[in-house]
């Protein structure tokens, strides 16, 4: 069973920036990684989304503030960066990773165990 191992969340001020990271346990070849984040009383929702060879995929809500990157170099782990730049109150939420692998019907989807970011004005 693949983990995903999540870090870089706190708080910080409006205008401010963070970086979450994510690590999976092992390698998972030909996957999309992505990003997604859940306020209070609200649905979970995308935030960006990344496959190797395609251009990342964001929320019009962060075009332009976030940027999603991952690093195949180490071959033993998958690791994807959110980085946020500008952060606005209306960021704050639980962020959680997921990587998702597989045909369209044998896919496997795998959620990491959440990040809280929060962001005062």
Same mark, same amino acid.
């Given at each position: 069973q693949v983990? +995903? &191992?999540? $870090?870089?969340?706190? %708080?910080?001020?409006? @205008?401010?920036s963070l970086t979450l990271s994510c690590?999976? !346990?092992? =390698?998972? +070849? #030909? %996957?999309?990684? @992505?990003?997604f984040r859940q306020a209070p009383g609200k649905q979970r929702e995308l935030v960006a989304t990344i496959t190797a060879g395609t251009p990342p995929n964001y929320a019009? #809500? =962060? /075009?332009?503030?976030?940027?999603? %990157?991952?690093d195949s170099r180490d071959s033993y782990k998958n690791t994807m960066f959110l980085r946020m730049n500008n952060l /606005?109150?209306?960021?704050?939420?639980?962020?959680?990773?997921?990587?998702k692998w597989g045909? !369209? $019907?044998? %896919?496997? !989807?795998?959620? @990491?165990q959440g990040t809280q970011v929060? &962001? $005062?004005s």
């Open positions: 983990q +995903l &191992v999540e $870090s870089g969340g706190g %708080s910080v001020q409006a @205008g401010g690590a999976t !346990s092992r =390698v998972i +070849l #030909s %996957s999309t990684m @992505g990003w019009d #809500s =962060v /075009k332009g503030r976030f940027t999603i %990157s991952r /606005k109150p209306e960021d704050t939420a639980v962020y959680y990773c997921n990587v045909t !369209s $019907s044998t %896919s496997t !989807s795998v959620w @990491g929060t &962001v $005062s």
